[in-house]
């Protein structure tokens, strides 16, 4: 079975810095698209960050461009999320997800996932 197992999250003051990492297992996706999804409290699961099947093709929510960039290892089968520059809207828990469809260039809609983390709660203070 898939399985992706995220870590980094945890609580940050305005301005501070978090990588989250989302390392997948029971599938090999270095040619599937990886993302990163976002709800805040009492708002509906929004786009982030998600990175194509070849790492030159990256696409990132207005909202966050600048200041967060996504990466993966292949290698270790990992995508990552470091975060600076932090805000208090930032706060929400984060999903990572993968891929239905290899070499997607399709990144932004959640219909293009198939597979999702648990959960990781980001809560960034003023």
């Known amino acids: 079975q898939v399985q992706l197992v995220e870590s980094g999250g945890g609580l940050v003051q305005a301005g501070g810095s978090l990588r989250l990492s989302c390392a997948a297992s029971?599938?090999?996706?270095?040619?599937?698209?990886m993302g990163w999804f976002r709800q805040a409290p009492g708002k509906e699961r929004e786009f982030v960050a998600a990175?194509?099947?070849?790492?030159?093709?990256?696409s990132y929510a207005d909202s966050v461009q600048g200041r967060f960039t996504i990466s993966r290892d292949d290698a270790k089968n990992t995508v990552y999320l470091q975060m600076n520059s932090l805000k208090p809207e930032d706060t929400a828990v984060y999903y990572c997800?993968?891929?239905?469809?290899?070499?997607?260039?399709?990144?932004?809609?959640?219909?293009?996932?198939?597979?999702w983390g648990q959960g990781t709660q980001v809560t960034v203070s003023s």
């Open positions: 029971g599938r090999t996706f270095n040619t599937y698209p």
């Open positions: 990175i194509g099947w070849s790492t030159i093709r990256t």
């Open positions: 997800a993968a891929g239905l469809f290899r070499y997607s260039n399709r990144l932004t809609r959640e219909e293009e996932y198939g597979y």
